[in-house]
């Protein structure tokens, strides 16, 4: 464990559940707890250092109450911020999300300067941008989870047209975290085996609009939330690779600096994640289709950025 720390920000449904994950794991020494609702992140750390202790995990899980007493994490994982509520237009929601972010950000920042920060705050993309405008980091330290969340439904939803393969298949996702991702199966495989060689045309396609609808449908069916086990398990997948150093290839959403052909923006794409955060960004050969597709998720989260740009940062 190295006596790393990972602390967690917003222990709501997704935070509590990868604070539950990594302790099982046993992959840090600690994990920090913080959240505005005091009750609230008490009780999740009693609940949590007692399934810890249930497994024999070493992990310390620990409420923290004041700004203060959040410090010194190598990892920090936000996924503070508010639903969507009836009424509330998406720039509402958009801008009253960055306002939590930018508050978070400074806080963590001034206790936990050397961390690397994972957003999981929606929506997604526009927050990592929030965070790198509100603390100055440079774009390795601040990453943002979604894709792996994305290519683990693409994967569900392979799975579930082949009948086979449970446990050996590789799906891709490209993109902003949204309805205009970008699934990619000329590099999704089953076994090694490419999906064009195990499905037909339509049953991909029809695995792609799954794969994009895939957040909606389990919103639509819980009526009160959204998901959070696969979001907190893919989040942990993040938090495990960087503080092992593993140099692990996921999609994850990061600010492009000319990579693709787009700068100055933030999108989902395949990165090598180790202890330095983000290490390098890998640029798949897309078809002429994907780049039209990648594009049209970058001009997505363009309109959220001026938004932004023009009602927030000025």
Do not use: W
């Not at 990892?75 to 509402?92: E, F, L, Q, Y």
């Not at 693409?154 to 579930?160: G, Q």
Request: net charge neutral; hydrophobic share 40%.
């Amino acid at each position: 464990m190295n006596n790393k720390k990972v602390g967690i920000i917003g222990v709501g449904n997704v935070g509590s559940t990868l604070a539950f994950t990594l302790a099982s794991k046993n992959i840090c020494s600690q994990i920090l707890l913080k959240d505005i609702r005091e009750n609230i992140v008490q009780a999740m750390a009693l609940d949590i250092s007692q399934s810890a202790n249930a497994a024999k995990s070493n992990t310390i899980v620990k409420a923290c109450i004041k700004d203060k007493e959040f410090k010194d994490c190598d990892i920090v994982v936000i996924t503070a911020g508010v639903a969507r509520r009836p009424g509330m237009s998406r720039d509402d929601l958009l801008l009253t999300n960055a306002k939590i972010m930018t508050q978070v950000i400074q806080s963590t920042i001034t206790f936990n300067p050397n961390a690397i920060i994972i957003i999981v705050s929606n929506p997604l993309d526009a927050m990592v941008y929030t965070a790198l405008k509100a603390s100055k980091y440079p774009r390795n330290k601040i990453i943002g989870m979604a894709g792996i969340l994305d290519s683990a439904r693409m994967s569900h939803f392979i799975l579930e047209k082949l009948g086979y393969g449970a446990g050996q298949i590789e799906a891709s996702v490209m993109g902003g975290h949204g309805d205009d991702m970008v699934p990619l199966p000329n590099f999704s495989t089953v076994a090694g085996v490419p999906l064009s060689e195990v499905l037909k045309e339509n049953d991909v396609k029809d695995i792609v609009e799954k794969t994009k609808n895939g957040g909606a449908q389990i919103v639509k069916l819980l009526e009160t939330g959204s998901a959070y086990y696969a979001p907190a398990y893919a989040t942990s997948l993040m938090v495990e690779a960087i503080l092992e150093d593993k140099k692990e290839i996921y999609p994850c959403a990061i600010k492009l600096e000319g990579e693709y052909g787009h700068k100055n923006i933030v999108s989902g794409v395949p990165v090598m994640l180790g202890k330095n955060g983000m290490e390098k960004i890998i640029e798949l050969n897309l078809t002429n289709i994907q780049k039209e597709e990648f594009n049209k998720s970058i001009s997505s989260v363009q309109e959220l950025v001026d938004t932004l740009e023009n009602k927030f940062f000025k």
